[in-house]
């Protein structure tokens, strides 16, 4: 039978992967819970209200430094949230891990919205930040490992990138939150900032009820030894009986990959993580992703979007937040549009370069047009460059939406190899927040010193990072994540030049590439990425092609 395409291909995935769907869909409420909280602060810290309730002076010095201590101290946690996922995910599980997540973010929360009752003290509400920002970073590390190591092959970047659509969603739902209590809430005035933070409950509630209706991930439960249980939620997540030919052979091919290699300790993750030059690239790949997307510059534009549109012309705080609100319409539409129409069919790497370019090309014009033309003027109307550069930063989240924003989280989760997930994906989330912090603590003070200078930085970082996926990152697509690893062999940087070209890209011959009973790692080199004499003749036709070192 015809294999359908495009939005009918989609419905009849929905269908046959419907399990894994549902599974996904609930899980990604945990890329909704960082999402609202992103968008929201913006837009309170700009509302007159939270800054009498907290006696700050927006004419003060020091203002621009408290706006960054009250985003910032968020990933602060974030970043102890993700170093924390090794632990809890690989001991607990991933389930449990997303429960105990969901909790602490909960609490955190109401923390916050509880905060400058009865003083204006910051105290309350930076302890509220951070315990909500450890469930944030937990969340963020252990739901893309989580779908991943559920998701059937054929959907798997779709289901993990449906992580970053939940996450843009909230952005975007908070942005209009904050837009609509400015513009037409008439109540109590501290009610104005307390119910944007009272409402990001709601993702951790539907998360937290939800998860317990799923299973736990069939690989973790490989690694404890736990093949029964394995057996019985591979069959339910892929909607087949434990007798089914297919369910037993992807069992057969999880225990092969993880033989010896079951239970082990951190130490004995971090030594297998360095025990190879291909094994260490693997790793690191996913850090370095997570560092190009954190210097993109999209969380500058996320945190303080209202002041950024202020700075090129957007007069008011309403029409500030009206074009945030538009900003978040727009990045949600493409990702949408990106994960049903392009991560599954042009495949990861091509995403990630066009996604680059288009980026710099924004922060280029945006830079150079704030350079040449100076700050905007209180009261002046705007020119056509000046509507463009506002175009540009609804441009930006255009490339952004279908390349950096999900495939990081895609790819980090898919190069990682199996037994040492739990750490790679903590490293690369803690990367993520490390940076994500940095940025959001360094924002207001670069707009208030070198203004059009912020835009440039990051419009070379994007130049840097396109440069990276072209060179350094090979294409996964449709590849069996206990079969990514011949995409590591060879020369590294030669197959990555080829997966460019779509006639010569390696996921082509292994989408239905498997090994048997001998596992891939051989007993006298293991984890150095080498081929097993049984395997050999599989990956010989995927290697012709980049064979000289």
Avoid at 297 to 311: D, K, L, V
Avoid at 314 to 334: E, P
Avoid at 442 to 461: E, R
Wanted: hydrophobic residues 45%; charged residues 15%; glycine residues 10%.
């Amino acid at each position: 039978m015809e294999k359908k395409t495009g939005f009918r291909g989609i419905l009849a995935d929905i269908h046959t992967y419907r399990r894994a769907y549902v599974l996904t869909i609930i899980a990604s409420f945990g890329g909704m819970l960082f999402g609202w909280d992103t968008g929201l602060i913006g837009g309170i810290l700009t509302m007159s209200s939270f800054q009498q309730s907290f006696a700050l002076d927006k004419t003060s010095k020091n203002f621009s430094n408290l706006q960054g201590n009250i985003v910032s101290i968020l990933q602060g946690g974030c970043f102890f949230g993700a170093a924390s996922s090794f632990y809890l995910g690989d001991r607990l599980g991933r389930k449990v891990a997303l429960i105990i997540a969901s909790v602490i973010f909960l609490g955190g929360s109401l923390i916050q919205t509880c905060a400058a009752l009865n003083s204006s003290s910051l105290a309350q509400l930076y302890v509220g930040r951070f315990i909500g920002g450890f469930g944030v970073g937990l969340v963020s590390a252990v739901v893309p490992t989580y779908i991943g190591e559920n998701a059937n092959k054929e959907i798997r970047g779709r289901c993990i990138g449906t992580m970053q659509l939940f996450n843009t969603t909230g952005i975007m739902l908070s942005y209009f939150v904050n837009y609509g209590i400015e513009k037409n809430f008439k109540g109590r005035a501290d009610l104005k900032w307390r119910i944007p933070f009272a409402l990001q409950m709601l993702p951790g509630l539907l998360l937290l009820v939800g998860i317990f209706s799923q299973n736990e991930s069939p690989r973790w439960l490989v690694e404890k030894n736990r093949i029964d249980d394995a057996r019985r939620v591979l069959s339910r997540v892929r909607a087949k009986s434990e007798q089914d030919s297919s369910v037993e052979h992807e069992l057969q091919e999880i225990i092969n990959d993880f033989r010896g290699r079951e239970k082990m300790s951190f130490i004995q993750q971090a030594r297998a993580a360095f025990e190879s030059r291909k094994i260490f690239y693997r790793c690191s790949m996913a850090i370095i992703l997570m560092f190009w997307q954190q210097w993109s510059g999209t969380n500058s534009i996320n945190y303080y979007s209202p002041q950024i549109f202020a700075s090129i012309g957007v007069k008011g705080t309403s029409a500030g937040l009206f074009a945030t609100g538009i900003y978040g319409v727009v990045k949600v539409v493409f990702t949408l549009f990106g994960l049903m129409l392009a991560t599954e069919q042009i495949g990861r790497k091509w995403l990630l370069i066009v996604g680059g370019a288009g980026q710099a090309f924004a922060m280029f014009y945006i830079g150079i047009h704030s350079g040449v033309v100076g700050p905007a003027v209180p009261n002046a109307g705007l020119n056509g460059s000046g509507v463009f550069s506002i175009v540009c930063v609804y441009l930006f989240v255009v490339f952004y939406s279908f390349g950096w924003g999900p495939i990081p989280f895609i790819l980090s989760a898919e190069s990682a190899p199996n037994h040492v997930r739990s750490l790679v994906m903590a490293l690369a989330l803690m990367t993520q927040w490390l940076f994500n912090f940095v940025i959001a603590k360094i924002t207001p003070i670069m707009l208030s010193n070198i203004t059009y200078g912020t835009f440039l930085l990051f419009g070379v970082a994007c130049t840097f990072a396109c440069l990276y996926s072209i060179f350094c990152v090979p294409e996964t697509r449709n590849v069996p994540l206990e079969s990514v690893y011949l995409l590591f062999e060879g020369s590294i940087i030669k197959g990555c030049v080829n997966d460019v070209f779509p006639s010569r890209t390696r996921a082509r011959n292994l989408q239905n590439h498997s090994h048997d009973v001998h596992n891939h790692y051989t007993s006298d080199n293991e984890g150095d990425g080498s081929i097993d004499v049984e395997n050999k003749k599989d990956a010989v036709h995927i290697e012709s092609s980049h064979t000289s070192v």
